[in-house]
Structure formats: structure tokens, C-alpha cells
């Protein structure tokens, strides 16, 4: 049973580019979640997707934005990328109903801003 | 809003120490509470949780007691290995809300 899996592994950009970070969550999970780590620092989340659309979101610009494919896979896009965006980027998945919140994690996209 | 702040590091000890790493948490509502591993390398693991007051979160030895009169989640080990070595993480969900929220990580180092 693969869990959570995210690709690039790691990918470098320029200040004002574009990227797009990949996730495929773990097998019966419908919920994709996004989260941000800074160096040094706890992830932050990015917003939350089911049924194909944005359920929550965190304190975020709106250059961050995300897209589920019926196959329950996500996309996380930022663009005019700046140079505070470098992070590992986190993609975690769940299901609806269950009795806490708990998330599954991918091993993250390292995203370095030049 | 919601928050969880934790020691800081790094904590350094020798095998087979006894480890405490401090968390407390700020919550309008009910959460529940995790401690989340990350190794070298790796992504974020699920280490222990506990969704009400009073409950014990346990796993490969470490265990957390949810506190809600002093709103805290300590995390202990009796004997800690050089595999421990790791960054972790105290977290809290409220109920019906759809994020976890992190503290921003304790490192731990276990020295032979």
C-alpha cells in the first residue's frame, strides 16, 4: 500500500517564476492538505481540498492555489515566486469521518527561490 | 486563535537517558493532540496522539499524557536510543476544523 507520495523532490527557482508541486494521497483517502515548513520552523498549512474544492484555507496569499483531479490526486501552485517562498512543502492526506483529525504525510517537495 | 509552543532545542542527551519535552497548547475549543516525528531526511510520522482529557498517547516507548486543567502534552521516553534522534513535533486539531497546527519543533540529539 503506497502512502503519500509528492514530486518533484526538489526543484529550483527564480524570484517571479511559477511552480506547480504534486501529490498523490495515500490509498481510501479523498483529502489532500498542503503545509508549509520553513527552515527551522513547524509546517504551516496552505488549505485543505475534497470533492475538488478548497474546504479551508490558512493564512496564505492568494498567489498559493490548489486543484484536486477526481482521482483524488492535488496540485500546489505559487506563483511570482518570491525568495521567503523557499520551504519544504508538505502534502498530507485523510478521510472524512474519522474520529480526529489525523493526516498522513508525504516526504515533501524542497523548493528552493533564487 | 489556536497555538502550540514547545521547548526549544536542540536537546542533547546520552543513550539511555530519560527524555521530557515540554508542550503547551492554546485552543478555543476541544483538540485533539498529537506528537509528530520527523527523521533525517523523512516526512512527518505520526508518533502518539490523544483526543481527550486525561488519555495517554503511547509508542515505541514514548507516551504523552493530554492535560487539560494545564493545558499541556508533555512528551517522555524512559530510556532514549541514538535512533531517536529526530525533530519533533507537538500539534492540536480542534474539533470539525480541518488543519493541525504545529509547534515549530523541538531537535533532538542522542549521543552513544
Known amino acids: 500500500d503506497a502512502g503519500v507520495t509528492q514530486s518533484p523532490t526538489h526543484l529550483i527557482k527564480t524570484r517571479g517564476q511559477q511552480v506547480t508541486l504534486r501529490c498523490s494521497p495515500k490509498s481510501g483517502h479523498d483529502t489532500v492538505s498542503w503545509y508549509q515548513q520553513a527552515l527551522g520552523q513547524g509546517p504551516q498549512f496552505i488549505f485543505q481540498?475534497?470533492?475538488?474544492?478548497?474546504?479551508q484555507r490558512g493564512n496564505f496569499p492568494d498567489r498559493f492555489s490548489g486543484h484536486q483531479f477526481p482521482n483524488y490526486s492535488s496540485e500546489l501552485n505559487v506563483n511570482a515566486l518570491l525568495l521567503g517562498d523557499s520551504a519544504l512543502y508538505l502534502c498530507?492526506?485523510?478521510?472524512?469521518?474519522?474520529?480526529?483529525?489525523?493526516?498522513?504525510f508525504g516526504p515533501g517537495t524542497r523548493l528552493t527561490v533564487l | 486563535g489556536d497555538s502550540v509552543t514547545q521547548m526549544e532545542g536542540p536537546v542533547t542527551l546520552s543513550e539511555e537517558a530519560f527524555l521530557t519535552i515540554n508542550c503547551t497548547y492554546t485552543?478555543?475549543?476541544?483538540?485533539?493532540l498529537f506528537w509528530y516525528v520527523q527523521y533525517p531526511g523523512e516526512g512527518l510520522q505520526l508518533l502518539l496522539k490523544a483526543t481527550k482529557a486525561d488519555d495517554k498517547g503511547s509508542n515505541k516507548g514514548f507516551e504523552a499524557t493530554y492535560r487539560k486543567e494545564t493545558t499541556s502534552f508533555h512528551l517522555e521516553k524512559g530510556s532514549v536510543q541514538v535512533s531517536d534522534s529526530a525533530v519533533y513535533f507537538c500539534?492540536?486539531?480542534?474539533?470539525?476544523?480541518?488543519?493541525?497546527?504545529f509547534g515549530k519543533g523541538t531537535r533532538l540529539h542522542i549521543l552513544p
Open positions: 481540498y475534497y470533492e475538488e474544492e478548497e474546504r
Open positions: 498530507a492526506s485523510s478521510y472524512p469521518g474519522q474520529p480526529y483529525n489525523e493526516q498522513f
Open positions: 485552543a478555543t475549543g476541544y483538540p485533539s
Open positions: 500539534a492540536l486539531s480542534d474539533r470539525g476544523d480541518d488543519k493541525i497546527i
